[in-house]
Nanobody
């Protein structure tokens, strides 16, 4: 019903920047919010940031607040994650998700992309 495709991942040095994109298609009107999650090897999937389609209300995890910015372009059905001051601990597969509302738990999102790898070197 909703398809999500992430892009923009890659390899960067510590302190660098990267911009991830999530292109949504299908019945996107049924989802009220978009979120970014990440999962590093051996770790649980964790919430990074979320944004509502209407109003642009945002929420960030403490670990990325001040460094990452989530935004959306409603006309393009695209959500972005602008990452600055990247640290090696940010290395993970980043996933885009769609849900009814912003939530910090993955179970609250119905649709998921397949992820894009972000690797931050020391």
């Amino acid at each position: 019903q909703v398809q999500l495709v992430e892009s923009g991942g890659g390899l960067v040095q510590a302190g660098g920047s990267l911009r991830l994109s999530c292109a949504a298609s299908g019945r996107t009107f049924s989802s009220g919010a978009m979120g970014w999650f990440r999962q590093a090897p051996g770790k649980e999937r964790e919430f990074v940031a979320g944004i509502s389609w209407i109003g642009g209300r945002t929420r960030y995890s403490d670990s990325v607040k001040g460094r990452f910015t989530i935004s959306r372009d409603n006309a393009k059905n695209t959500v972005y994650l602008q990452m600055h001051g990247l640290k090696p601990e940010d290395t993970a597969v980043y996933y885009c998700a769609a849900g009814a509302a912003i939530a910090a738990v993955s179970t609250m999102y119905e649709y998921w992309g397949q992820g894009t790898q972000v690797t931050v070197s020391s």
